[in-house]
Structures are given as C-alpha cells and as structure tokens.
C-alpha cells in the first residue's frame, strides 16, 4: 500500500489543522493506521492511532483531548484534526499502516509509512 499524506501548513499557536492521509491498494479497510511525528533532532514519536475498523482509538498524552483520528474507509483516507496546537506541536507528521486487526502504536510495528507533511506552530 502507498500513503500519501498532506494538509500541513504554519499556524499560530491555538489554531487547528486537519492533516489526511490517502491510501492506495487493496484491502485498506483490514489495515490499522497510525501518526506519528518527529520534531528535529529528535526520534519519530506515536501521536495516534486507529484499528482497521475505526473503532478503537489511541493518543499520546500531550495530544490527548485535543487531536481527533478517523477512518474513512470507503474513501481510504485516515484523518487527524489538530485542535488547540502549540509551538510544541511542531514537526513532520507521518502516517503509517499495517495490515492488522490490532491497535497498534509503535514505531515498530507498521510496514507502511508515507512520506510526511510539515505542520509548524508559531507562538
């Protein structure tokens, strides 16, 4: 599967931001998807993620309550809207897929990375 993420930009501080990620192949509905995001000079970092039905969900502490993941599945499309961003947001944003019925939300455990978008926060 190819991913193909966009809707990154530069925002003020309590902005928000809809960031998707488009996926190509077959068979996208039996995938779980997750974010992630690295900052620079720092490691790719789990942000969100979501089960292969969009039911179950998981987030990160410093994003909890204010970032929201969905599945599309008749659109292939995983969605994650970033509410109430702070300059600690900033970074390179990644989607990734596994095929998998478990929620997943390591590094580690998807094969499938697109190729990130840009989000920057400025206070």
């Known amino acids: 599967v190819q991913l193909q993420a966009s809707g990154g930009g530069s925002v003020q501080a309590g902005d928000s931001l809809r960031l998707s990620c488009a996926a190509s192949?077959?068979?996208?509905?039996?995938?779980?998807m997750g974010w992630f995001r690295q900052a620079p000079g720092k490691e790719r970092e789990f942000v969100a993620s979501?089960?292969?039905?969009?039911?179950?969900?998981n987030y990160a502490g410093p994003v909890k309550g204010r970032f929201t993941i969905s599945k599309d599945n008749a659109k292939n499309t995983i969605y994650l809207q970033m509410n109430s961003l702070k300059p600690e947001d900033t970074a390179v944003y990644y989607c990734a897929a596994r095929q998998s019925r478990a929620l997943l939300s390591g590094v580690e455990a998807y094969d499938y990375w697109g190729q990130g978008t840009q989000v920057t926060v400025s206070s």
């Open positions: 192949g077959r068979a996208f509905r039996s995938y779980a």
């Open positions: 979501i089960n292969w039905s969009g039911l179950s969900t």
